[in-house]
């Protein structure tokens, strides 16, 4: 079994350095590593040239606007039989691809969703945030390890099912991979949360960088929400994550309370006031 490991990348050479890295160190290298490159104006080409030396790289050069038609482009490349996806800021554990392989050798002609981390730790924004994509992928198990949508920063998925079902290149706006995962499924395809497939993914870590993402979900799941039956919507306010995001923020609040962390303990609230105002009017914006 053969696997592929796609990323869009746009400005970033000192994640995607980090990014080949870890698929350098691999205890199983991948077939294919593709990235495509939006338009990058740093030194992003003379570090995939570099790397070039470690691993089985294919890149392209791109123009094309918004992730869905980058991701598509990508997925036209690859000629494995898996096609993993890992964002270009995320850092794979060295068992990574060895642990992809094994769940689609046990979880046959379907999507798998690996556990995503959110670092650095000790910030105030990643730790809300990491939270946050916790409560997500808990809000979309329905039993066992099944799910109902998957996240593609750390996501694979057989090539003979994703060639013939690509990106909806209208979801500009983000939430394209929930799309693909409620449309798959509604094909008979299924998704399974495979916790041993690990990485890290560094997320923003200042007030302007959460509002801004959180401000682009909001607005990703309003569209979608346009694309969806009424029993698949998302919702401006889904209820289920809304009572695992109450618990994560009173765990939060004794935490800092334990360390005498005041600081965080004042300001944590202010911080999910800010995310529902956000959440709301980022999809009030869009819907």
């Given at each position: ?15 995607l ?26 030194n992003?080409q003379?570090?995939?040239r ?14 094309a ?36 392989i ?24 990643v ?5 946050h ?44 991979d ?47 929400d ?16 809304n ?5 994560s ?6 935490s ?9 303990f ?22």
């Open positions: 079994m053969t696997i592929s490991v796609l990323t869009p990348t746009r400005n970033r050479a000192d994640y350095k980090l990014w080949l890295d870890c698929l350098a160190n691999q205890t199983r290298k991948p077939d294919e590593v593709i990235i495509v490159d939006n338009g990058s104006t740093d992003t003379d570090v995939i570099m790397y070039k030396k470690k691993l089985p790289i294919k890149s392209k050069l791109s123009r606007k918004g992730y869905p038609k980058i991701y598509n482009e990508a997925i036209k490349m690859a000629t494995s039989d898996i096609i993993a996806f890992l964002d270009d800021d995320c850092i794979a554990e060295p068992d990574w691809v060895e642990n992809s094994s769940a689609h050798k046990k979880y046959k002609n379907a999507a798998i969703q690996g556990k995503t981390e959110s670092i650095p730790k000790g910030n105030i924004y730790e809300v945030m990491g939270d994509y916790q409560n997500w992928i808990k809000g979309n198990i329905i039993k066992g390890n099944e799910m109902v949508t998957f996240d593609n920063k750390n996501m694979s998925i057989p090539a003979k099912i994703l060639k013939n079902n690509l990106f909806l290149e209208s979801m500009r706006l983000g939430a394209e929930i799309e693909l995962g409620k449309r798959l499924r509604r094909k008979g395809v299924k998704i399974y949360y495979v916790p041993s497939i690990k990485a890290s993914h560094h997320e923003r870590s200042t007030l302007k960088g959460f509002f801004y993402q959180h401000l682009r979900i909001a607005k990703g799941e309003a569209v979608l346009k694309k969806l039956s009424e029993d698949e919507k998302v919702g401006m306010l889904v209820n289920k994550k009572m695992l995001s109450l618990v923020f009173l765990k939060r609040e004794l800092y309370l334990s360390k005498f962390d005041f600081i965080s004042f300001y944590l609230p202010f911080l999910y006031l800010l995310l529902l105002f956000t959440r709301i009017y980022g999809y009030m914006l869009k819907s």
